[in-house]
């Protein structure tokens, strides 16, 4: 998986740099030669995806955070930060591995983003 294109970028290292925001992701689902990479457009996809969930993950809890309050004192409060360690544990993950020529599929979401990379 280490290729050289043209612009000297390994497959490698742009599986790795799609997963620092979605907009590397989305540059490499669109910019030839690495939108004909099924490498990279796997680790786009999957960063797409890990983003995508990451939002409406933040956005529920944030909501429920708001309404547990006036319920529940200790409640999410105090278990959320390790949601957040899970998820950048995860992100973290997905780096290296990517960066090193692997694959680690997020369950769910790996097998979406492969579906994806292979159309």
Request: net charge positive; hydrophobic share 55%.
């Amino acid at each position: 998986m280490s290729d050289t294109t043209q612009s000297g970028l390994s497959d490698n290292a742009a599986g790795g740099i799609a997963y620092i925001t979605f907009l590397p992701a989305l540059v490499f689902l669109v910019l030839p030669p690495y939108n004909t990479s099924p490498y990279v457009r796997f680790h786009s996809f999957q960063s797409l995806l890990l983003n995508i969930v990451a939002f409406v993950v933040e956005v529920v809890a944030g909501y429920v955070l708001g309404l547990s309050r006036s319920f529940i004192p200790l409640g999410l409060n105090t278990i959320w930060p390790l949601f957040d360690l899970l998820w950048l544990f995860v992100w973290v993950l997905c780096v290296i591995k990517a960066v090193n020529g692997r694959t680690f599929k997020i369950p769910v979401i790996g097998a979406l983003a492969e579906k994806l990379a292979n159309k």
